[in-house]
């Protein structure tokens, strides 16, 4: 920290800027310059005299160029504002400034909002700031917004450049006024959810305004407001990644939760006429659940202050959570209500497309037992595979282990495990190839090629999305048959009975009785759902699949869903990061994407399409 602004100090931030350099240095009484690279804004706050207002001072940090001084300061603020302006304005063209501060407690506004403007220049930029403010949504909060004169800004005692200098070097001078709604007036307690909401909103707000003025008055035209963010992300958030992905390293969720003695239960339940539900046995908790949940809550997210990845690392930490919970409640009802909870449930939307499936699908596209491939044969095929996608990323490390504790074909931490007895249909065998392979793996490496951890280790809720682009690419190469749609249908039925309280072995007769599933499929089906104490995760299959065909029905494109295991309404996030150069071009495409013969279902795909016109 510097004990007060000089001419020296003025001089090495304007030239290290002028160099194409980041600034971020201390300024007096715990003051702070963070600039990102040079941009041609800056936003700017300064706590009253005697009375810090660091709640306020954060909704700059959310920002790529700010300043936070104290008003006290303002007489050595001044030319370090005027240098960077003018350097800038004569980098870019023009130059716009954003004074951001906090309504006084006497003071008789009521607007949540007051934007400082000049009267008669630039009214497009004032509009611009006044609609994106207008266009915040908050809970039971009504957001109203007022104008007024920045005249105030240009004069003593708060003035940082003179009106003419503005206009000689074509700086705009805006203020924006927060009513601090996220305070209480009596006690001067935070409220800081919705201090944290309310800061990203009026960071992005600032961001479009920005975009909005840059576009038409300056040489700088960003591809996106986004673009206009901080790029450069500080150590903090690379710790905070590596702790969380730390923990969800620590134990494999699916595996914990998957019977370890299927073959010998299913023999149980044929025994006994399938009228007595078996007995599972689980892997061997290899995690204290406590412990890991301390260590969890041990990490400091709240030093963050870029809001987005505020805002995935919150929700990875939420899931994660629910996550040691179902495995503290493995085999316990309480494990459902996680479940419900992180994987959601069965809305009548997607049960009635579900039993629509399995009344209109015919129950066999095959009129003789199909042939099953050779475990061995898959082995190389899917082997085979994962050699295509390793000549596209050298960094691909992966391979398939044949296991006797798994039960058909599991991807985990970016390795193919599969069954000793998985029975897989040869026709079917290139379709899970590209589930498996061309979506799980696929996915999870361009996820590792990613700086940000999780983007491989899986934001919070990304199986639907997993799931729905695995089942699609099925699909796309010809292997998704009848039999497997009504599976999937199945799944949905099996976890809404699960969800209203029904016992595995009146699951299991459901759907032999009623939708005619053979005993094997019926059983696999059913212990899926019921395994842990009831997993709901197997009805995001169809659910995915369903959402994925409404987004491209919208006329987005596929490609983008494939940079890590994100859920769909992670893309706009995924794409700001893309815009703010956090995140790097997705390296891994699959074969489908790659095919030409492939493309006109792509393009069917486009046009839009429902489940039912899959088969």
């Not at 696929?442 to 990613?450: D, E, H, R, V």
């Not at 939708?515 to 019926?522: C, K, N, V």
């Amino acid at each position: 920290m510097i004990e007060s602004i000089t001419d020296s100090f003025i001089r090495k931030i304007t030239r290290s800027l002028q160099r194409g350099k980041q600034v971020h240095r201390r300024l007096p009484q715990g003051g702070l310059i963070y600039i990102d690279r040079p941009l041609p804004f800056l936003v700017i706050f300064r706590h009253p005299e005697g009375q810090p207002d660091h709640p306020t001072a954060d909704f700059l940090k959310a920002n790529a160029a700010y300043i936070i001084s104290h008003q006290e300061r303002t007489e050595e603020l001044r030319p370090l504002v005027q240098s960077i302006a003018n350097a800038m304005a004569d980098q870019f063209g023009a130059f716009m400034i954003i004074e951001v501060m906090a309504a006084l407690p006497s003071t008789t506004d009521t607007d949540l909002f007051k934007v400082l403007g000049p009267e008669h220049q630039l009214p497009t930029t004032t509009e611009t700031i006044v609609q994106e403010l207008q266009n915040i949504k908050l809970s039971g909060i009504h957001t109203s917004v007022s104008t007024a004169t920045n005249k105030p800004l240009l004069q003593e005692p708060l003035c940082l450049i003179p009106e003419e200098d503005l206009k000689k070097h074509s700086i705009l001078m805006l203020g924006l006024q927060l009513r601090p709604i996220y305070k209480n007036d009596s006690t001067g307690k935070i409220y800081p959810l919705l201090l944290r909401t309310l800061r990203e909103k009026v960071a992005n707000a600032i961001k479009k305004t920005v975009f909005d003025f840059v576009n038409v008055q300056t040489t700088h035209h960003p591809v996106h407001f986004q673009a206009l963010g901080r790029q450069a992300v500080n150590r903090v958030v690379w710790r905070i990644d590596k702790q969380l992905t730390s923990i969800s390293d620590q134990f494999r969720f699916l595996l914990l939760v998957t019977p370890v003695n299927n073959n010998e239960a299913w023999e149980e339940f044929k025994k006994a006429k399938y009228e007595k539900a078996p007995t599972f046995h689980y892997r061997l908790m290899p995690v204290d659940a406590d412990q890991l949940k301390r260590k969890l809550y041990n990490i400091s997210i709240e030093k963050v202050d870029d809001p987005t990845l505020g805002y995935l690392f919150r929700d990875k930490r939420h899931e994660l959570d629910k996550m040691l919970t179902m495995l503290a409640d493995r085999n316990k009802p309480d494990f459902l209500y996680s479940s419900m909870q992180l994987y959601g449930t069965v809305d009548d939307q997607l049960l009635k497309i579900a039993e629509g499936i399995l009344a209109t699908v015919p129950e066999s596209d095959h009129k003789s037992s199909p042939e099953i491939i050779p475990v061995s044969e898959f082995v190389a095929q899917a082997e085979q595979e994962i050699a295509f996608l390793k000549e596209q990323y050298p960094g691909l490390e992966s391979g398939v282990d044949v296991r006797d504790d798994i039960v058909g074909l599991i991807v985990s931490k970016g390795r193919l495990n599969v069954g000793t007895d998985a029975k897989i249909p040869r026709h079917r065998a290139q379709a899970l190839i590209q589930h498996e392979v061309g979506t799980h793996i696929l996915t999870y490496f361009n996820g590792k090629a990613q700086p940000l951890h999780q983007l491989y280790v899986g934001s919070p809720g990304y199986e639907e999305l997993q799931e729905g682009l695995a089942v699609l690419s099925e699909w796309l190469v010809g292997g998704l048959d009848h039999t497997r749609m009504r599976i999937l249908a199945a799944r949905v039925v099996a976890v809404y009975h699960l969800t209203k309280g029904c016992s595995f072995t009146d699951n299991f007769w459901r759907l032999k009785d009623a939708y005619h599933f053979d005993d094997e499929t019926a059983w696999d089906v059913t212990m899926r759902v019921h395994r842990g104490g009831g997993l709901t995760k197997d009805a995001v299959y169809l659910r995915g699949l369903v959402h994925l065909l409404n987004y491209l029905k919208e006329g987005n494109e596929l490609e983008p869903l494939l940079i890590g295991k994100i859920r769909q309404d992670y893309i706009p996030i995924v794409q700001e990061l893309i815009y703010r150069k956090v995140l790097r071009p997705v390296p891994i495409k699959p074969r489908y994407l790659l095919d030409s013969s492939i493309q006109p279902k792509l393009e069917q795909l486009k046009s839009g399409i429902s489940v039912f016109n899959l088969l």
